[in-house]
Every structure is written in C-alpha cells, then in structure tokens.
C-alpha cells in the first residue's frame, strides 16, 4: 500500500481518509509483525546451528547399571558414541539398538542424556534359557527367542530347555529367531504363552514339535507330558499343571508319563526310567494301545504301560493313575489300576 502525504490526507473526503487510516493501521501492524517474525526466525536458526555445532555435544559416556556379560569398554565400543558427538544429530534409539545386536545377552540398553552432555547407559542383562537345533550348529536363545550365540555340540549338564522343531531354523546372534514353518513358528509362539502362563515355562527342559499330531513335553527331566494335537492346547496344558502340582506335593521326585491327549481327562503313567524324548518311537505301539483304551468308553481302566512292569522287580503289576477333570477343572480325582 502506497502511503500518502499529510496534505494528500487532508484533501480526502472524510468517508475516504478514514478507510485510508484503517488500512495504514493495518498494513504498519503486518509489518511490525513480520519483522518480529524475522528476528524470532533469526534467532531460532541461530541456535540451531550452534547446538549442531558447539552446543550439546557428548562430554562423557558412563555406564550405570552394569551388564556381568561385557565390560564397560565392550559396551562403549558397540554403541559407536564418542566424546565430542553431537547430541542433537545422534538418533539414540538407533544406538541402543545396536548395542543390544552388537552385544546379545543384553536385554535392553535405555540412555539417559543431560543437557551438560553428559550420557548414561544402563544396561539390563538376559539369560540363555533354550537351545534349537540351526543350519550353523545349536542356537542358544533366551525366553524371547533371541539368538545368544551359536554352538557347535549341546553343552554338558546344561540346564537349557531343548527344543525340537520339524522345520529349518534362521539363527543370527542378536536377532530372533525365525522359523522356516509359519504354521510352527505360531504353534511354538502360543505354546510358549501358554506355558509361561500357566508358570511352567521354567520347568520345561525338552519341546518336541516334530510331529504335530504328537506333542511332547518334558517336565524336570522326569514327567513327560503327551498332548497329542494343538487342539485345546491352553485346556491341556492347565490340566497338566494341575497334575505336577498334585504330583510334586505327593511325590516330588516322581517318574512318569503324563497322558494329556483327551481333554479333561488325564492318564499318570509311573515309570522307572523316562527315556529320552527322541526314543519316543521306540515305544509307539505302547502308545497306540493306551489311546486306544481312553477313547473307549465302555473301558474304565486305562492300558498298562508294559515298559513299567517289565523293569520293576519289585512289583508284577505296574501302577497307573487316572485322572478326570470336571468342568470346572477345580478337582482331580485319582484311580488306581
């Protein structure tokens, strides 16, 4: 708007010179405002440019809560941090990722930066808890299913939870594992909810998902847990922590075959010995013969288990306990063959 002189002022008509006032006023206010904007604008890129420059940059790196795995120096070197770093241009999500790849039995490292430039990594250990079979050897992995580092032979006396898997398995130190079988990989996800929340999952020192109509468990190395098929899994499992209770208070020390395979009923096998998992083929006849005698109806006593009475000396009968669970899954009444 183009401003007028005081006389060209005076010789408007006063209709005129007032619109002509109000809009002076208005332009003056607009261009105050911008050169306000301007400064702020100024100042702000300012200080930007200097907190990318000389303003917030890395003064030291400390360690705070500690990892028993790796040394502080370890730690350090994986997050790639330097003194002197800018804080402003450094994406710390992207640093504590990598020190939990770089570093796996790291859990979570969470950074806490201060405006003095000061940084303090806290780190939060995990532990191995299982042990897969991969193309590279045995995965070691902890509860989440994050690889830990790759072995060639099962260590001894481990106390790691062995699993058996069907399908290929993708292991790289750092990351998840990942299952070649989708349809397995959600079988092994639920099941492992399902035990973690049923407080089983510790327990657990073998998983046998090689034939999916025949799912195995084995509980403390001496009960083992038939589920049959994926079919009310969570049912079955329940009922399965219902028995180990039962039987760990009565004898916690005890042998035997746990037959989950038909929903609210369950089949205690004692036995001398539980051999290994992978013999399970050994005695599939066995098997056949005792799931053939729970789905009949008619039949109120379930098969012996032949392996039993062959190896006691003691005894010319092998015991085996029934178990039924009502609706309610509240009580478990016992019957002796």
Same mark, same amino acid.
């Given at each position: /708007?183009?401003?007028?002189?005081?006389?060209?002022?005076?010789?408007?008509? =006063?209709? $005129?010179?007032? +619109?002509? %006032?109000?809009?002076? *006023?208005?332009?003056? +206010?607009?261009?105050?405002?911008?050169?306000?904007?301007?400064?702020?604008?100024?100042?702000?890129?300012?200080?930007?440019?200097?907190? /990318?420059?000389?303003?917030?940059?890395?003064?030291?790196?400390?360690?705070? *809560?500690?990892?028993?795995?790796?040394?502080?120096?370890?730690?350090? /070197?994986?997050?790639?941090?330097?003194?002197?770093?800018? /804080?402003? +241009?450094?994406?710390?999500?992207?640093?504590?990722?990598?020190? #939990?790849?770089?570093?796996?039995?790291?859990?979570?490292?969470?950074?806490?930066?201060?405006?003095?430039?000061?940084?303090?990594?806290?780190?939060?250990?995990?532990?191995?808890?299982?042990?897969?079979?991969?193309?590279?050897?045995?995965?070691?992995?902890?509860?989440?299913?994050?690889?830990?580092?790759?072995?060639?032979?099962?260590?001894?006396?481990?106390?790691?939870?062995?699993?058996?898997?069907?399908? $290929?398995?993708? $292991?790289?130190?750092?990351?998840?594992?990942?299952?070649?079988? $989708?349809?397995?990989? %959600?079988?092994?996800?639920?099941?492992?909810?399902?035990? &973690?929340?049923?407080?089983?999952?510790?327990?657990?020192?073998?998983?046998?998902?090689?034939?999916?109509?025949?799912?195995?468990?084995?509980?403390?190395?001496?009960? +083992?847990?038939?589920?049959?098929?994926?079919?009310?899994? %969570?049912? *079955?499992?329940?009922?399965?922590?219902?028995?180990?209770?039962?039987?760990?208070?009565?004898? =916690?020390?005890?042998? &035997?075959?746990?037959?989950?395979?038909?929903?609210? *009923?369950?089949?205690?096998?004692?036995?001398?010995?539980?051999? =290994?998992?992978?013999?399970?083929?050994?005695?599939?006849?066995?098997?056949?013969?005792?799931?053939?005698?729970?789905?009949? %109806?008619?039949?109120?006593?379930?098969?012996?288990? #032949?392996?039993?009475?062959?190896?006691?000396?003691?005894?010319?009968? &092998?015991?085996?306990?029934?178990?039924?669970?009502? #609706?309610?899954?509240?009580?478990?009444?016992?019957?002796?063959?």
């Amino acid at each position: /708007m183009k401003e007028l002189s005081p006389e060209q002022v005076a010789r408007l008509r =006063p209709e $005129a010179r007032e +619109r002509y %006032e109000k809009r002076l *006023k208005i332009v003056k +206010r607009n261009r105050k405002i911008l050169s306000i904007s301007c400064i702020g604008v100024s100042a702000v890129l300012v200080v930007l440019i200097l907190s /990318m420059t000389v303003l917030f940059n890395i003064s030291s790196i400390n360690i705070g *809560k500690k990892s028993a795995k790796y040394t502080v120096e370890e730690i350090v /070197m994986a997050s790639g941090l330097n003194i002197g770093d800018n /804080m402003v +241009r450094t994406n710390f999500s992207k640093v504590e990722e990598r020190i #939990e790849k770089s570093l796996p039995y790291i859990k979570d490292a969470v950074i806490d930066k201060s405006i003095s430039g000061k940084i303090t990594i806290d780190i939060t250990d995990t532990k191995a808890t299982t042990i897969v079979k991969c193309a590279q050897g045995y995965a070691i992995t902890d509860a989440d299913g994050k690889t830990l580092e790759i072995v060639k032979s099962i260590p001894e006396n481990n106390t790691l939870t062995t699993i058996n898997l069907k399908g $290929a398995v993708t $292991a790289t130190p750092g990351e998840f594992l990942v299952l070649s079988d $989708a349809e397995e990989q %959600e079988l092994y996800d639920n099941l492992k909810a399902v035990l &973690a929340s049923e407080g089983l999952l510790s327990g657990i020192t073998d998983i046998d998902l090689t034939q999916r109509s025949s799912l195995k468990l084995i509980y403390q190395n001496r009960l +083992r847990l038939l589920l049959g098929t994926a079919d009310n899994l %969570e049912e *079955k499992i329940k009922s399965g922590a219902q028995v180990i209770e039962k039987e760990n208070a009565q004898d =916690p020390e005890l042998i &035997a075959e746990v037959n989950l395979t038909i929903p609210k *009923k369950v089949y205690v096998n004692p036995l001398e010995t539980l051999y =290994p998992i992978e013999e399970e083929e050994l005695d599939k006849d066995t098997s056949d013969q005792q799931n053939e005698s729970e789905s009949d %109806e008619d039949t109120t006593e379930p098969t012996k288990n #032949e392996d039993a009475s062959e190896k006691t000396d003691e005894s010319d009968e &092998a015991e085996t306990t029934q178990v039924d669970s009502d #609706e309610e899954e509240e009580n478990i009444d016992t019957e002796e063959q």
